[in-house]
DNA sequence: CCGGATCCGACGGGATACTG
DNA sequence: CAGTATCCCGTCGGATCCGG
């Protein structure tokens, strides 16, 4: 397994997670109500079926979400967040929060950087 | 350029800077007080020069830190953070402390998880 | 409808050697 | 001391096809 130095640490852990390229986004859909599959699809635009799939699996194996399987035909599947998926709400917010308030100067600051590169 | 169409989400690019394998780690150590490049790779564990450059230039772009050059000889070089830096200390903060308390419960989560599987 | 399996290109990041 | 340049490999993630 790679990596095998970063499983102890905590903050490596879940920034692994939050960090790819979907979590947060799910995180924050299914922050609003539960949700099947396909909706998700739908509202999560541009994701494939592939990483829909991997990233709700990782996010059901560290117990963030509940997977229910409802068996009509052809079978529907609910996700839905648990208490410790909704426990990350408030510090992933406030990090939303932060990047809508910043990002401007943030965009300000790399192009003037990258002005001064050129030159 | 790459994920042309993530260059206007804000979450996406401050998601992209954090979710990195060292920005953070730089970020809580430049908090407590500035550092000089060949500090931060010592007390940054294992990071090679390259990534620890990369790393320190693109938070430099962002107006994250600045880089003040002492014209000495050797040369020393000297990183901190800015205000904009500083500000988001508090919701990384949250997050760590967050990952902390629940990273015991996630390994149990995910070991269980393992278990079913295998069997 | 909800996936799993496979192939493949792009990118992050490590190791190493060189520079001012 | 503080980087830069090059090579290389593992992983992430998109596309596509197959199955219950």
Not at 6 to 21: A, E, M, S, T, Y
Not at 38 to 62: C, F, G, H, W, Y
Not at 104 to 116: F, Q
Request: with cysteine; aromatic share 6%.
């Amino acid at each position: 397994m790679a990596n095998a130095d970063f499983h102890g640490c905590p903050v490596r852990n879940v920034l692994d997670r939050i960090g790819d390229k979907w979590t947060t986004l799910i995180l924050l859909r299914l922050s609003r109500e539960p949700c099947r599959f396909s909706a998700l699809r739908r509202q999560v635009p541009d994701i494939s079926k592939r990483m829909l799939t991997l990233t709700l699996r990782n996010l059901e194996r560290d117990g963030m979400i509940s997977r229910t399987v409802f068996p009509t035909k052809p079978p529907s599947v609910e996700y839905a967040l648990t208490p410790l998926g909704r426990s990350i709400l408030g510090p992933l917010g406030a990090l939303v929060l932060w990047a809508d308030e910043r990002f401007s100067e943030i965009r300000e600051n790399r192009t003037r950087y990258d002005a001064l590169e050129a030159g």
